[in-house]
């Protein structure tokens, strides 16, 4: 059974600030998880979801989601899940956005997450700045090496970040190699 929410009127300075920042959270994962079916789902899935938004038809947009490749998951999860579930693909990704985000420290929490489900996906973080209008994208070396040839795997654990918008041009450019090996 869900639990009713106060209106916000009812709740504190401190409560409602913890409200807002979650709702952005959100937000941002389902504008990643939007760009993310761009890139994984196929275009006649993509276009009845359009529809269903400009006909404002939340149900079907709803039903639609579920046979996405691309899934937001459920917080309360937490290590059990990425942030966003890419049905059959070798990427974990994490996200992360507000005021001092530590890219580096989430990449690290996201290895930590792998290993404890014994996962093959390597991670991804995505990051948003309180303030910036890029998105960058932080991984390992080799998640990048591997991204960008993905038959000639490189061992290196130095840490690398690129602008969230050359993510989406590799990750269209190789989503055909996307296959668990």
Partial sequence: ???ARKPAAALSTRARAGRRAREKGREFEEDIA???REVYDSKPLLQKMKMALAK???KLHRELQKTSRVRRTRQADGAV???LNVTNCPWWFELSTGKNV???NKLHQAEGDVAMVDSARRPIVITREKGAKSIRATMRFTTLHRLLNPDNPTPSMVVVQIDYQDLLKQLRA???NDAYE
Avoid: E
Wanted: hydrophobic content about 15%; glycine content about 0%; proline content about 6%.
């Fill in 174 to 176: 190789t989503r055909d």
């Fill in 102 to 104: 530590n890219p580096t």
């Fill in 56 to 58: 404002k038809d939340r």
């Fill in 81 to 83: 899940q990425s942030d």
């Fill in 1 to 3: 059974m869900a639990r």
């Fill in 34 to 36: 939007r760009d993310l």
